[in-house]
């Protein structure tokens, strides 16, 4: 389920705090993420502060289409084709949505309350879900 207008504003307020401090939350996420599931870690190269970084470039550029994610089709549909060419199954969003959640609480601290944790949760649900159908993930 897309989400509605008071998530989408939620989440773009949330994202604007974190962005002074997109390397430290990106070097995180990725131990988050290795910490839930250290299983894929191979998948990933060794500059995990570069590999970061990028994550969260393309996780802004959805925030920032995120009423509109129809228009980033081509780029749900090139990631998810990179993703399953390197070996990454639909069972890897799991773990990837909740070290998501996981930085989120750790750079945001009390703002990080039910009400945007589960803005994120709806949002993360919507992106992995089109990633996974355009690239054809099983």
Do not use: C
């Amino acid at each position: 389920m897309p989400v509605d207008a008071r998530q989408s504003a939620l989440i773009r307020e949330s994202f604007g705090k974190l962005r002074d401090r997109l390397r430290p939350a990106s070097v995180f996420f990725y131990e988050a993420l290795f910490g839930r599931a250290p299983e894929l870690r191979a998948m990933f190269r060794d500059d995990l502060a570069g590999q970061g970084m990028k994550f969260m470039t393309t996780l802004g550029i959805a925030i920032e289409n995120i009423e509109k994610p129809e228009d980033l089709g081509g780029k749900f549909a090139d990631l998810g084709k990179f993703h399953a060419v390197i070996g990454v199954k639909a069972e890897h969003f799991a773990p990837m949505g909740e070290a998501l959640i996981d930085t989120l609480r750790e750079e945001l601290g009390a703002e990080f309350d039910a009400e945007v944790e589960a803005a994120w949760r709806a949002a993360y649900a919507e992106l992995a879900g089109r990633i996974i159908r355009r690239g054809e993930i099983t």
